[in-house]
């Protein structure tokens, strides 16, 4: 991630190689850092805004962890079973994020002010509305837009109006439905200085808000690079941390010179105390929201706990957990590969905790729980639902949907100006004797016609049609086949004895948490006995 490698393969563990060498033509991590310092910190800098990261390292337990348990008795969630009905079309994937209706599982988490998301932006938000679940606007959207308007209040200036917030909610109101999915803004420590939620609420109608501890990458706040010392400067006059200092003159200089080639913009870690947040939660329902979220991932379990203590104690609407690692914008690489809770460890953890909760006080309410970290397809997205049921009701989603919009915009492009290699054709499933010069959108998008017959009046993007196509086309059929084959025809029949474990691990971190998931030698032992001695042999 961030370019560096070895001379020699077989480095030991510092990374470096047995013997260095002065005129090696190769720059490791640590002969790049010479030279580059902070930069190394990052993934390539020259990449940033056109790409998303996440950790290549194994954590010694994922969702692979787990086998999906198939059934061929029987049906469950069908009004009539026969053989005509008990086929994966009819299975029923609706769920809920709070009190939002959704078509689909999943919520797209918070992308904020990373350039990454805003370049795929229109993509995302028609193409979530498209399919029906919720996106959320993440954090610095407004701070980082350099047309909003602010009034000068103290100690801290207040939004008045904005050009990119605006955007981004209209831009998924265009196909929104009014019913399935809802568009999310999220806020940290500069935002609330900022005055987004109240923005936000009061000018754009927006009725879904979320409340943000930490990055699920990282446990600092977000950072972006700024490409000009203008665009520092004015970063740092609304508040925002930015290295270096534009503001110093030794470092103007360098800038004129060139030897500054960007800045960093960095947000405050933020503090809050269980009255202070509970307080909060209070103050924005008697504004009139709708629903109130929780997002947060990157701490330790006591520190996990404590939010999810929160959460049910708030009577938040939903609450997601991140897990590492990954980001969609520049989290530092040694967070990504060696912090935070992983995604499946992290998910153990919280329905752990819930199940703890329900043993105490069976009448808590526990909210809709999403989780995030990684998730890709809809095998992930199945043993994630059954390993947090009765409790998780949504998969969260940020790498893969911008990879579709990425990707689909791209290949729009090279469509438009007839610019399609041979290769891409192959990797698409076309035969090598067509031109590749006659690719049509209708072509190359499997969900086209179908969305054009939709919306005969409205352009949609190839980005859109290609987060549509991934999420309801493949993800859903996908999804929806997996439960047919386990005969759980309504997605909230899903549970935990659907998945088995594979591993010592899972077995292990199952046991721990008291989750009831049995090693897949174990499971159904007593029914197998049930069923061989009661034959006549």
């Not at 590969?337 to 526990?366: F, H, Q, W």
């Amino acid at each position: 991630m961030i370019g560096a490698m070895t001379r020699v393969e077989d480095s030991c563990e510092s990374g470096l190689c047995p013997i260095c060498i002065a005129d090696c033509p190769v720059w490791c991590e640590v002969s790049k850092s010479a030279l580059r310092g902070r930069e190394v910190l990052y993934p390539l800098r020259q990449h940033f805004g056109n790409s998303t990261a996440g950790t290549p390292k194994d954590f010694g337990f994922s969702y692979g962890d787990f086998q999906i348990m198939f059934e061929c008795r029987g049906a469950q969630g069908l009004d009539g079973v026969n053989e005509d009905t008990v086929i994966f079309p009819n299975v029923d994937l609706t769920s809920k994020w709070g009190n939002v209706e959704q078509k689909l599982p999943i919520v797209i988490a918070g992308l904020g002010s990373t350039y990454v998301a805003k370049r795929n932006w229109e993509g995302l938000a028609k193409g979530a509305a498209l399919a029906g679940v919720s996106l959320t606007i993440g954090e610095n959207v407004v701070g980082m837009d350099p047309n909003a308007t602010f009034e000068n209040t103290r100690p801290y200036p207040k939004v008045v109006d904005t050009e990119d917030m605006k955007y981004r909610v209209e831009s998924y109101r265009v196909f929104w439905d009014g019913k399935h999915g809802d568009i999310i803004v999220q806020k940290n420590v500069e935002d609330t200085r900022l005055g987004v939620f109240d923005y936000v609420m009061s000018k754009l109608d927006v009725n879904s808000l979320e409340i943000k501890f930490g990055q699920g990458a990282k446990a600092i706040g977000g950072e972006v690079r700024l490409d000009t010392i203008e665009r520092a400067k004015l970063l740092q006059e609304r508040g925002y941390l930015v290295i270096p200092d534009p503001s110093d003159h030794i470092v103007q200089e360098q800038y004129k010179a060139g030897l500054i080639m960007d800045f960093e913009r960095h947000s405050r870690v933020g503090l809050a105390s269980t009255e202070e947040v509970l307080e909060e939660i209070d103050q924005l329902r008697e504004k009139g929201a709708k629903n109130i979220f929780i997002k947060t991932g990157a701490y330790r379990p006591a520190a996990t706990a404590w939010i999810i203590r929160i959460g049910v104690e708030g009577k938040v609407d939903g609450m997601t957990f991140d897990g590492a690692g990954g980001g969609t914008g520049m989290s530092p690489v040694s967070m990504m590969n060696e912090g935070s809770i992983p995604t499946a460890y992290l998910e153990a953890l919280v329905v752990g905790c819930l199940d703890m909760i329900k043993r105490k006080n069976p009448n808590a309410r526990i909210p809709s729980i999403a989780i995030a970290g990684g998730f890709a397809n809809e095998t992930q997205i199945f043993k994630a639902l059954a390993m947090g049921a009765p409790y998780v009701s949504c998969i969260a989603m940020a790498r893969a949907p911008i990879t579709a919009a990425m990707k689909a915009r791209y290949a729009g492009e090279m469509i438009k100006h007839k610019n399609v290699s041979p290769a891409m054709l192959k990797n698409l499933g076309f035969p090598s004797n067509k031109d590749p010069e006659s690719l049509t959108l209708r072509e190359a998008f499997l969900e086209y016609d179908y969305l054009e017959k939709k919306y005969p009046n409205k352009e949609i993007p190839p980005a859109a049609i290609g987060v549509y196509t991934y999420f309801s086309s493949k993800l859903g059929i996908g999804l929806k086949q997996l439960l047919a084959g386990a005969r759980k025809f309504k997605l909230n029949l899903i549970d935990r004895e659907d998945i088995a474990c594979i591993s010592q691990r899972a077995v292990d971190v199952c046991k721990k948490w008291s989750l009831g998931i049995s090693a897949m030698e174990d499971l159904d032992m007593e029914l197998v006995k049930k069923e061989i001695y009661s034959g006549n042999y």
